[in-house]
């Protein structure tokens, strides 16, 4: 504002130019404390929110990673038990009875899980 000029061609006073410092001052310090509110919020989203998340997200990962591993391992175990009964008892029966351990485990697991949920 030292450099403007009032519309008659006179050069500001100075009590335009202490009013012009202040409200420098005061953008100033408004920024200042713009800056700090954003780097405390980016802070406390980061503490509260994405940290969370990204252990939520892991723990979910390694969960998925640990039912796929018991899902090959039952098949292995299965056609294990396919192949050694088999022989014993024929596969026709061998298989029903396979079968039927795997329908009853799992009518186990669901029951269960919609318990837990209903509470």
Known sequence: MPDETIASGQPPEGRDDFF???LD???DLLETARDWVRQEAEAAVKEKIVYPLQR???TLASAAAAAFLL?????????????????????????LIIGAVFLIGSGIFLYVKVRSIQQ
């Open 20 to 22: 012009a410092r202040v």
């Open 25 to 27: 001052a005061l953008i």
């Open 56 to 58: 939520l997200g892991i």
């Open 71 to 95: 899902v090959v391992g039952l098949i292995f175990v299965a056609v294990a038990g396919v192949i050694a009964m088999g022989n014993w008892i024929g596969y026709a029966w061998t298989f």
